[in-house]
């Protein structure tokens, strides 16, 4: 794994940023928590790749707050294209 930074998927919609880093933190240093309210995911930070390594590992495919957690290297954001709209 190359960054520490972790994508975790199907999140239960009511979970939190300190539950999340409740459960990474078992896992290693936990840098930053960003759960993305009312989509499902977030993304975790460690302090290191072995950290994130050894978190994804541990919990993909884990249950969590009643949800099968997917845990996996965050992609770097894509770049998004500028819409033009046009009035006619």
Known sequence: M????????NLSYSAT???????????GEVKQVNVIEGKGFGF???SSSEEAEKAK???????????????DEAR???????REF???
């Open 57 to 71: 590992e541990a919990l993909n495919g884990t249950e969590f707050l009643g949800r099968t957690l997917r845990v």
């Open 2 to 9: 190359q960054g520490s930074k972790l994508y975790v998927g």
């Open 76 to 82: 770097p954001p894509r770049n998004r294209e500028r």
């Open 86 to 88: 046009r009035r006619y």
């Open 44 to 46: 975790v930070e460690m």
């Open 17 to 27: 940023n300190e539950q999340l880093q409740d459960l990474f933190s078992a896992h």
